[in-house]
């Protein structure tokens, strides 16, 4: 069971700590209990009952009647309540609630309905990130255990692959051609499975490697597929302390294409070869795929992006 400080609510929920002090005191919506140092201590159960309470008073509802309700009027009440589009933060509460809950069934159709309103870009950027964030937040205080992470990583990572399933067929002799990879032990694919999806619905050709690969392997694939860059995510490998080595040895494996890096160590502090680009923002990427032609035969490249 987790335990949430009232700040933890606040960053999980969008509900000011001063707000939730009102509702707690006025309508008793949450009880939290008390440590020896007299500290509001939430549970599991408060969070999914404080992100329901947001969902109905952003659709409208006032405090006094969602207070009145019981947890399974509450619970229904925001099923049946019929999103409005963009709606993003009460999209991200739901999907939240639905994961402490294990409500894969919840999960999915909140997910579809995202994805119906917004379109499946929009719906990943506006919603399944800013959920992952608030994941990584409970990940990082201990309130999230690894089967819900696992659930929701699984449902996402089916919801890009379907998407990128059904996008036409690119040919390679015609396209631009990249290559895409995580460094061995690396296992964090979901933001490499959006870039696949993004350079492929832009008609670049993509050679998709997934996870856990030794960068010595892309010598024989560069040499094969004459690829004009590679891209590669790095979130959790290599060590801080091993980054440029990383990166030093992918400049020597591949030292006559465009290396992209993108994730939390590719923003460390360390010396970039001539050839590698940093990208910062996922929105970074979208602009550089748009701008990069797709057609092989164009040769004309302009990197918006801070290459050092």
Not at 29 to 44: F, G, K, S
Not at 79 to 103: F, K, P, R
Not at 211 to 217: A, D, F, H, M, T
Request: hydrophobic share 45%.
């Amino acid at each position: 069971m987790g335990h949430f400080s009232i700040s933890d609510l606040e960053q999980l929920s969008g509900i000011k700590a001063h707000t939730i002090r009102i509702w707690e005191q006025r309508y008793g919506i949450l009880r939290p209990v008390r440590t020896a140092t007299n500290i509001r201590m939430y549970c599991d159960d408060d969070l999914r009952r404080l992100l329901n309470v947001a969902t109905l008073c952003n659709r409208g509802y006032r405090i006094s009647q969602v207070a009145k309700l019981s947890e399974q009027e509450l619970v229904k009440a925001v099923i049946s309540c019929d999103n409005e589009s963009h709606n993003y933060c009460q999209q991200v509460n739901g999907l939240l609630a639905a994961m402490l809950e294990m409500d894969e069934l919840q999960l999915t159709q909140l997910l579809n309905r995202a994805i119906q309103q917004s379109g499946f870009e929009q719906a990943i950027l506006h919603v399944a990130y800013p959920f992952l964030q608030r994941i990584g937040v409970m990940w990082q205080t201990g309130t999230v255990n690894p089967a819900q992470e696992h659930l929701v990583t699984n449902l996402l990572r089916q919801k890009l692959l379907a998407a990128t399933d059904a996008l036409a067929p690119v040919q390679p002799a015609t396209a631009r051609r990249w290559v895409l990879f995580l460094p061995e032990g690396e296992m964090h694919e979901l933001a490499l499975l959006f870039m696949n999806y993004i350079l492929r619905a832009r008609g670049h050709h993509v050679l998709y490697l997934g996870q856990n690969l030794p960068v010595s392997e892309l010598k024989a694939v560069c040499t094969a597929y004459q690829p004009y860059a590679a891209l590669t995510v790095l979130t959790a490998v290599p060590e801080r302390d091993e980054v440029q080595d990383f990166v030093n040895e992918l400049h020597r494996t591949c030292p006559d294409i465009t290396l992209f890096l993108y994730g939390p160590l590719a923003q460390l502090s360390f010396k970039m070869p001539a050839n590698a680009v940093r990208l910062r923002l996922i929105t970074d990427f979208i602009a550089l795929a748009e701008g990069i032609c797709a057609c092989a035969c164009d040769r004309k490249v302009e990197l918006p992006l801070e290459a050092s």
